[in-house]
C-alpha cells in the first residue's frame, strides 16, 4: 500500500489521476504484473474518492513459464489491495510469427469478454511517458500524418473496449520508484529486451536522442500538440461530410466533387480515409496511398480505381464510392434470436428472430426495385456487396439499411468520427463478423 508521503515523493496525486472516472459504476484495471500496471493498480487503490467497482485482469498468454506464476502474483497483491481479480488465459495453438501482435489481440479479446460479463465500462491501461515517445519515433518512421504522430492517446477504443491511460505523462522511473517504495517484486517480460521488436529498438535509441534534446518528455508534449491539431482537423472533416457528402442504405458514399476540388489537401485526404474507411469496414491504410487518391480526384480528371475492397469512380460532379468483394471477400453467417454482429465492419445487425446474413450477391435493378419499392441509384456492384438478411424461411427482411421484412435491425456506422472514438463505436454486445481473408 502506498503512503501519502510515497506519491508525494513521485508528485503523483490519485484524485486527478482518476477524476474522469467519477461517476463510472465498474471499471477493469489492465495488470500484466510488470512495474508499470503493478503503480496502476498501487495508485488506484490509493485513491480515496468515491471510487467505481474495479476489477483487475491479468492474461497468462502461454508464451513463457512464468506468466501462471505471475499472474497469481498480480491476483494475490490486488486481494490484499482490496480489489478483485480474475486471472484469463490464452489457449490453444499460438502462431510461430507477429506474436506479440497475435498476444496483444489475445489479451484485449479475452478482457473484453471478461468486462461484457462484469459490466465494465473502461478498462485502465499502464501506458506511459516512454511509451508515448517510442511511439510517435516509430510513426514518424513510418512515414504517418498528424493523426498518427499525435501518438497514443488518453481515451480511445481498442478492439472494442473504451480504454482510458490515466499515465501517459508519468515516466517508468517514477513509476517503478513508487512500486519499490510499495517492497513489490515486479515481473520481467523478456520479450520487452527483445531487439528484434522494432519498439524495443527505439527504447535503446532514446539516451542518445534524449542527448540531442528529443527526450521522452519533448516527445510526450509535441504528440499533445499535434492531437489538438488533429482534434481541429477532424471537427473540419466532420463538418465537410456533413454538408458535401452522403451515404446511401446500402453503404455508397457520394462526394461532391467541387466541394472536394476546393477543399484544404489536409481536409481532402481526411475525406477520402473516412469515406474509404466506412466503404470497406477497414481502418488502416496506407498514408501515401491516400494521399495519391486525393491528389488525383483534386487535379480533376474522370477515372475509376480500386483501393481497401472499393471501387472509386471519380466522375463529372461526384465521387462514388463503393464496397466490392475484393481480396477479403464478403463474409456469411447465421443470425440468432437476440443476437447482434457487426457485418463486414460496416453494418451493425440486430435479430429479433432466426435468419441469415450475407452479400446481395445475386440481386440486380430490377429485383431491388421491386423489394424496396424504390429505383436503385447507384451501380450493381455497389448493391452486390451489401448485406443481405433473410429469417429462417429465406424471405428477405433486408437489403442493407432498408428493411423490407420484420425481426431484424440493420443499422451502418457512422461516417463522422467513428474509428477509434468511443463515442460512435457498435452498440455494447456486438460481436464482429470479419471478411474472411
Known amino acids: 500500500m502506498l503512503t501519502p508521503a510515497d506519491m508525494a515523493l513521485c508528485g503523483l496525486d490519485p484524485e486527478t489521476l482518476f477524476a474522469p472516472l467519477a461517476g463510472r459504476k465498474t471499471i477493469g484495471l489492465a495488470v500484466s504484473g510488470g512495474a508499470d500496471s503493478l503503480a496502476l493498480m498501487l495508485l488506484y487503490a490509493a485513491w480515496s474518492g468515491t471510487k467505481p467497482r474495479a476489477i483487475v485482469y491479468t492474461v497468462d498468454?502461454?508464451?513463457?513459464?512464468?506468466?501462471?506464476?505471475?499472474?497469481?502474483?498480480v491476483a494475490r497483491e490486488a486481494g490484499k489491495l482490496g480489489l478483485s481479480c480474475r486471472a484469463l488465459a490464452w489457449t490453444g495453438d499460438k502462431p510461430s510469427t507477429g506474436r506479440q501482435s497475435a498476444a496483444r489481440k489475445a489479451r484485449y479479446g479475452l478482457i473484453a469478454q471478461a468486462m461484457d460479463a462484469d459490466g465494465a465500462e473502461?478498462?485502465?491501461?499502464?501506458?506511459?511517458?516512454?511509451?508515448?515517445?517510442?511511439?510517435?519515433?516509430?510513426?514518424?518512421?513510418?512515414?504517418?500524418?498528424?493523426?498518427?504522430?499525435?501518438?497514443?492517446?488518453?481515451?480511445?477504443?481498442?478492439e472494442g473496449i473504451c480504454v482510458f491511460r490515466p499515465l501517459l505523462g508519468v515516466s517508468p522511473e517514477t513509476l517503478a520508484t513508487l512500486v519499490a517504495r510499495a517492497g513489490l517484486s515486479p515481473a520481467f517480460d523478456p520479450s520487452n529486451a527483445d531487439r528484434n521488436y522494432e519498439r524495443t529498438r527505439w527504447r535503446d535509441a532514446l539516451p542518445g536522442l534524449a542527448d540531442l534534446g528529443l527526450a521522452p518528455d519533448r516527445l510526450g508534449k509535441a504528440a499533445e500538440r499535434l492531437q489538438r491539431i488533429d482534434a481541429l482537423a477532424i471537427r473540419a472533416t466532420d463538418g465537410f461530410i456533413a454538408g458535401h457528402a452522403a451515404r446511401d442504405p446500402l453503404g455508397i458514399v457520394r462526394i461532391e466533387r467541387e466541394a472536394f476540388e476546393t477543399a484544404d489537401p489536409e481536409i481532402r485526404v481526411r475525406v477520402i480515409e473516412r469515406a474509404l474507411a466506412g466503404v470497406s469496414g477497414v481502418q488502416s491504410f496506407f498514408l501515401s496511398r491516400i494521399e495519391a487518391l486525393a491528389e488525383r480526384i483534386a487535379a480533376g480528371t474522370r477515372f475509376t480505381a480500386t483501393l481497401a475492397g472499393t471501387r472509386i469512380l471519380a466522375e463529372a460532379n461526384?465521387?462514388?464510392?463503393?464496397?466490392?468483394?475484393?481480396?477479403?471477400?464478403?463474409?456469411?453467417?447465421?443470425?440468432?434470436?437476440?443476437?447482434?454482429?457487426?457485418?463486414?465492419?460496416?453494418?451493425?445487425?440486430?435479430?429479433?428472430?432466426?435468419?441469415?446474413?450475407?452479400?446481395?450477391?445475386?440481386?440486380?435493378?430490377?429485383?431491388?426495385?421491386?423489394?424496396?419499392?424504390?429505383?436503385?441509384?447507384?451501380?450493381?456492384?455497389?448493391?452486390?456487396?451489401?448485406?443481405?438478411?433473410?429469417?429462417?424461411?429465406?424471405?428477405?427482411?433486408?437489403?442493407?439499411?432498408i428493411e423490407v421484412g420484420e425481426g431484424f435491425s440493420v443499422e451502418q456506422i457512422p461516417l463522422t468520427s467513428w474509428a477509434g472514438n468511443c463515442g460512435n463505436r457498435p452498440p455494447d454486445g456486438a460481436v464482429a463478423l470479419v471478411s474472411p481473408e
Not at 498468454?61 to 502474483?73: D, N, V, Y
Not at 475484393?326 to 440486430?350: E, I, K, M, N, Y
Open 61 to 73: 498468454h502461454g508464451l513463457r513459464p512464468e506468466a501462471q506464476a505471475e499472474a497469481a502474483m
Open 122 to 158: 473502461i478498462l485502465l491501461t499502464a501506458h506511459h511517458l516512454r511509451d508515448q515517445a517510442e511511439t510517435v519515433l516509430m510513426r514518424l518512421a513510418h512515414g504517418s500524418g498528424v493523426s498518427g504522430l499525435g501518438g497514443i492517446r488518453t481515451f480511445s477504443c481498442v
Open 318 to 401: 461526384t465521387i462514388v464510392i463503393h464496397r466490392e468483394a475484393g481480396r477479403r471477400g464478403l463474409p456469411t453467417a447465421s443470425l440468432a434470436p437476440g443476437q447482434s454482429l457487426v457485418w463486414d465492419g460496416r453494418f451493425v445487425v440486430t435479430a429479433a428472430i432466426a435468419g441469415t446474413i450475407g452479400p446481395a450477391t445475386g440481386l440486380g435493378r430490377e429485383a431491388f426495385g421491386a423489394l424496396a419499392g424504390r429505383t436503385l441509384a447507384g451501380p450493381v456492384a455497389g448493391l452486390r456487396a451489401a448485406p443481405l438478411v433473410r429469417d429462417a424461411h429465406g424471405e428477405i427482411a433486408a437489403i442493407g439499411g
